[in-house]
């Protein structure tokens, strides 16, 4: 990513193997994370996701997070994205959003959806900057350590 310290970020599909390396971020992301098992459940058939990694070099590397997308008949819902903390603020959410983007349509998708809570708005601010708009609002979705808070539904048109 970097040119001048010739640092690469790269994308690899996730398998179940990446699972477990990716639950210390997946965890560390959100303060009601997926379990693993529920982790697990959206790896392959109709679900695609990648993690990005830095690499230095030396060959040197490290996670810096991933997506989870799930893809039915030229929709593709965003369903997970997460930036291990220690990174965020340096554009790889930018990254891996623009990633899911360009997999989702690969794959044939026409449609893009996404859910975030209303407290996130760094994360709205992202999507909004990549052409998403709400669309609607889920009445408490998400929990919290103190009861529920709203989701927004975001969606784009691609071509």
């Not at 291990?84 to 997999?103: D, M, R, S, V, Y």
Request: proline share 3%.
């Amino acid at each position: 990513m970097n040119a001048e310290n010739n640092i690469k970020l790269s994308y690899q599909p996730i398998t179940q193997d990446d699972v477990i390396q990716l639950m210390p971020i997946e965890n560390a992301c959100h303060t009601h994370p997926w379990t693993e098992k529920l982790f697990r459940s959206c790896v392959g058939g109709r679900y695609f996701g990648e993690y990005a990694q830095l690499t230095d070099s030396k060959g040197n590397q490290k996670l810096v997070g991933f997506y989870i997308g799930e893809y039915i008949l030229g929709e593709a819902t965003l369903m997970n994205i997460c930036v291990n903390p220690i990174e965020q603020g340096q554009g790889f959410g930018n990254a891996l959003l623009t990633q899911f983007i360009t997999q989702a349509k690969n794959l044939g998708g026409e449609q893009l959806w996404l859910d975030v809570r209303t407290s996130n708005t760094a994360a709205i601010m992202l999507y909004i900057n990549h052409g998403f708009t709400e669309i609607s609002r889920r009445t408490g979705y998400y929990p919290t350590a103190t009861g529920y808070e709203d989701s927004i539904v975001m969606g784009k048109k691609i071509s």
